[in-house]
């Protein structure tokens, strides 16, 4: 059975960095794209980052890069998203999202392309 457990939360003042987990258990994703997405309190999830399959690329939702880093480690099987100069509006529950298949750029933002979700973890923002 796959897990995907996600930690690193917590509450932060703006401008602060946080480092998010997520370790993949049950099968690996090396083939496979993993993604971050998020859901800010009243709002719909959305796409954040994701990091696709054999280290082939990453892509990024526009308004957060070059402010927002992901990566994985295959050998850990383990996801990561590196988040500096948060600001106000990054308070949200943070998800870990896996497929088994490489997915194209056109559908790497699409929730319904993930087959494997985790609960989630909260990122409040907050001065």
């Known amino acids: 059975q796959v897990h995907l457990l996600e930690s690193g939360g917590g509450l932060v003042q703006p401008g602060a960095s946080l480092r998010l987990s997520c370790a993949a258990s049950g099968r690996p994703f090396t083939g496979g794209t993993m993604a971050w997405f998020r859901q800010p309190p009243g709002k719909d999830r959305e796409f954040v980052a994701a990091h696709k399959q054999r280290n082939t690329g990453t892509r990024y939702k526009d308004s957060l890069r070059g402010r927002f880093t992901i990566s994985r480690d295959n050998a850990k099987n383990t996801l990561y998203l590196q988040m500096n100069d948060l600001r106000p509006d990054g308070t949200a529950v943070y998800y870990c999202?896996?497929?088994?298949?490489?997915?194209?750029?056109?559908?790497?933002?699409?929730?319904?392309?993930?087959?494997?979700w985790g609960k989630g973890t909260q990122v409040t923002v907050s001065s």
């Open positions: 999202a896996a497929t088994t298949r490489g997915l194209i750029t056109t559908s790497i933002a699409g929730e319904h392309e993930y087959e494997y």
